[in-house]
């Protein structure tokens, strides 16, 4: 949006450079007030969305051939006490 505004800026010294202009605005803005997108949330352009993101919302099933991994810790090292 930023950028419709180039060549149309001037100050007292005369046009005012765009990408100064943006880090003068996003360094004003407080962190607090980012906004944070739902956690449902996808982007509309299909090369941002990772591999499990589609259309409206996250798929959190898994495929029928993915398997269920379990982590184990081996009973000789949990025993520490001599």
């Keep these: 949006m930023a950028d419709r505004f180039e060549g149309r800026i001037f100050s007292d010294f005369g046009q005012v450079n765009i990408d100064d202009m943006k880090q003068t605005l996003w360094t004003r803005v407080p962190q607090e007030e980012y906004e944070d997108p739902p956690v ?27 398997r269920k991994v379990v982590l184990r810790a081996n009973p000789s090292l949990t025993n520490t006490s001599k």
Aim: avoid cysteine.
């Design 40 to 66: 449902d949330w996808v982007p509309e352009n299909e090369n941002y969305r990772f591999w499990h993101e589609t259309g409206g919302r996250i798929q959190n099933k898994l495929s029928s051939k993915a």
